[in-house]
C-alpha cells in the first residue's frame, strides 16, 4: 500500500488526451513539490515534471504538471504509442522523513 | 553530460552482503543529494536511502540497520554496502542523483541503468 495513491492503469486513442491522479495528503504532497516519472518497458526511470508543473528540457510540452492541495495530475496531451509506460509520481514526507512514490500508472495508448 | 553507472550486482544467499557501486560522471557527487532507489520485478519503484550533500544519511524503514550508503568523493562514487539480505531485497537497485530545496529532497533529475540484486539460496 503506498502512501501516495495513484490509479493502476489509464488508457486513450492516440491523439487524445489523458490524466493521471495522485492523491496524498498534507505531511507530503501538501506541503511539497511533486515530480512525476516516466518508465519505459525495460528501460529505468526519467524525470518528466519536477516542481509541480516544470518540464525538464527536452520533455515534450505535450506533458504538464498541476498541483492543488494534497493532489497532483499529470497531464499528456496527443498520445502517442510511445507514451505506453508506467507514470510514478513522488515526494517529500515530512511526517515520515521519506521519500514516498506512489503505486504507479500504467498508461495504454489503444 | 550526466552519467551514472551502477554495478556490484549479482545473486547472493540470505543473509549474505553485496556492496554496489554507482560511478557519477559530469557532476561532483560530494555536492549533490544522492539517492539509491530499488524495483522488485514487476513492482513499483521504493526509495531506500539518502545522503546529503552534508554527510547526513537516511534509510527506509524496511532497510534501516542493514544497509549502509556512502560516497568516495576522490573517485565520484555513490556506494549501498547491503547486508543480512533477504529474498524481498531481490529488485533492481538504480542510483539517482537529487535535487535538493535547501533542507529535504525535492527531485530525482539523473538515474542510472540499475544493478539487479538477486537473494536466493
Known amino acids: 500500500q503506498s502512501v501516495l495513491t495513484q490509479p493502476p492503469s489509464v488508457s486513450a486513442a492516440p491523439g487524445q488526451k489523458v490524466t493521471i491522479s495522485c492523491s496524498g495528503s498534507?505531511?507530503?504532497?501538501?506541503?511539497?513539490?511533486v515530480s512525476w516519472y516516466q518508465q519505459l518497458p525495460g528501460t529505468a526511470p526519467k524525470l518528466l515534471i519536477s516542481?509541480?508543473?516544470n518540464r525538464p528540457s527536452g520533455i515534450p510540452d505535450r506533458f504538464s504538471g498541476s498541483k492543488s492541495g494534497t493532489s497532483a495530475t499529470l497531464g499528456v496531451t496527443g498520445l502517442q504509442t510511445g507514451d505506453e509506460a508506467v507514470y510514478y509520481c513522488?515526494?517529500?514526507?515530512?511526517?515520515?522523513?521519506?521519500?514516498?512514490f506512489g503505486g504507479g500508472t500504467k498508461l495504454t495508448v489503444l | 553530460e550526466v552519467q551514472l553507472v551502477e554495478s556490484g550486482g549479482g545473486l547472493v544467499q540470505p543473509g549474505g552482503s553485496l556492496r554496489l557501486s554507482c560511478a557519477a560522471s559530469g557532476f561532483a557527487v560530494s555536492n549533490n543529494y544522492m539517492s539509491w532507489v530499488r524495483q522488485a520485478p514487476g513492482k513499483g519503484l521504493e526509495w531506500v536511502s539518502f545522503i546529503y550533500s552534508g554527510g547526513s544519511t537516511y534509510y527506509a524503514d524496511s532497510v534501516k540497520g542493514r544497509f549502509t550508503i556512502s560516497r568516495d568523493n576522490s573517485k565520484n562514487t555513490l556506494y549501498l554496502q547491503m547486508h543480512s539480505l533477504r529474498a524481498e531485497d531481490t529488485a533492481v537497485y538504480y542510483c539517482?542523483?537529487?535535487?535538493?530545496?535547501?533542507?529535504?529532497?525535492?527531485?530525482?533529475?539523473?538515474w542510472g541503468q540499475g544493478t539487479l540484486v538477486t537473494v536466493s539460496s
Open positions: 513522488g515526494t517529500w514526507d515530512g511526517g515520515l522523513s521519506a521519500w514516498v
Open positions: 516542481d509541480n508543473n
Open positions: 498534507s505531511s507530503n504532497i501538501g506541503n511539497n513539490y
Open positions: 539517482a542523483r537529487v535535487l535538493d530545496r535547501g533542507v529535504t529532497p525535492k527531485t530525482f533529475d539523473y
